[in-house]
């Protein structure tokens, strides 16, 4: 069973030019966390669209290996024809790295992924995580991938199991989501190698 669009949906490295698309998505994908049955993925349920967009800006702006440094791929579909609307696309899912902003740790990045409900079990996070991990084998410096997971997003553990990282830490009651119900923190991190 495919999704609305689900057909026409593609990878592609993000542009300066998609940083509103994806800090709209963001913002969807934030208040999914913990809704609707969906598991608890982030420590936050909403966030400013305005500052999700300067931070992206920001970050995706920086050359690789400066510090607060980032590069995305995206998961898009075509939008219906608008003749004024902003953008032909519409972000369903992301993958980003993170540069560190201590410049002692720029030899590790922060990976995250988001794929908007919709669109879950199909395989897009794989494929995103696939894209994403070409661009940091790209960075110059790279020698780390570090991604944050709660404990309880099996899905999510069990993708980046997959894809060779190793759970390197974990964090007893690092959150409290929702109801003060506390959550582990689990650091799984991939050598890129150098």
Known sequence: MTGPGETDLTVRRAKRSDAADFASHV???LSESGSAGAPEFAPVRSASRSDVLDAAELRWSRPAGEAGWGRAVLLVQPRPSEPFGPSP??????AELVGSA??????RATLTIGVERAYVGRGHGRALADAVLEL???????????AHVFASNERAIALYASLGFAETARIPDAFRVRDGRPVADVLMTKVIGR
């Open 89 to 94: 696309l519409r972000v369903v899912g992301h």
């Open 102 to 107: 201590i410049p002692a740790s720029l030899h």
């Open 27 to 29: 913002v969807r994908h």
């Open 136 to 146: 940091a084998r790209e960075a110059p410096s790279l020698v780390y991938v570090d």
